[in-house]
Each structure stands twice: as C-alpha cells, then as structure tokens.
C-alpha cells in the first residue's frame, strides 16, 4: 500500500492548518497559544502558532508534537508543503491541484476545504 493510500485524518488536519495559516500569517495569535510548549523540532518553523491556531479552529483540538512531526514529515515528502526559510507553507503542487478543484466554486466552507484536502491525500475524513 502507498503511503498516500495509507494517510489519515490526521494528515488532512496537518494541511489545512498550514493552508489556513497562511492566509491569516499577518493577524495576531492570542497570547495563549504562545504559552503552549513544543519540541524544537518544531518551535524552528517561525508560522508553528499560526498553524496551531488554524489546527484549533478546524477541529476543536491542538495537535501534539508527534501528530504534528509525523503531518509535516510526510506531507514534505508528497510535496504538498515545502520549509522555506522556516516557514511552513502549502507548494505550487498543492496550490495548483486545490485551485483546479475549486475554480467554479463562488466560496470553499472549512468543511469543504477538509473534503478537497482528504481527496487530494486519498483518505476519508473521520465523520465519513
């Protein structure tokens, strides 16, 4: 089996958050979130609590450090993320396939966007 026939839900949870991360990268995180303690392996990505805010707003949740490890190790090697300077940020591979997708959508709701991202990593969400 593939390692994309083999993705998860938590993968699709790892995408949108660093999808949605980058289109709220200007606006402030609560102080909250700045408390939280990570490893270093992922406190160096300089976007980490805009991910973690994201993450929270999608599914009600904060990722823990192997959760988060493990998304961003094998999303980098699909090449849906790319680290450029620290960021984490979504590449033109993952950009073009979600722009394709929903180029005669008027707007994308959070679950739709889920629904796109597991499709494009090949896997279900967990409510299906």
Avoid: C
């Amino acid at each position: 089996m593939s390692e994309r026939k083999n993705y998860d839900w938590t993968g699709v949870w790892v995408l949108a958050s660093i999808h949605l991360a980058q289109s709220i990268e200007n606006k402030d995180i609560p102080r909250t979130y700045k408390k939280m303690i990570f490893s270093e392996q992922l406190t160096k990505y300089k976007n980490l609590y805009h991910i973690i805010f994201a993450g929270d707003f999608i599914n009600h949740a904060i990722f823990n450090d192997d959760e988060l490890l493990d998304g961003i190790d094998r999303l980098l090697k699909l090449g849906y993320i790319e680290n450029k300077d620290n960021f984490l940020l979504t590449t033109e591979k993952l950009k073009n396939l979600y722009k394709e997708i929903t180029k005669k959508m008027k707007s994308v709701s959070r679950d739709t966007a889920l629904g796109i991202f597991a499709n494009i990593l090949q896997t279900k969400l967990p409510y299906e």
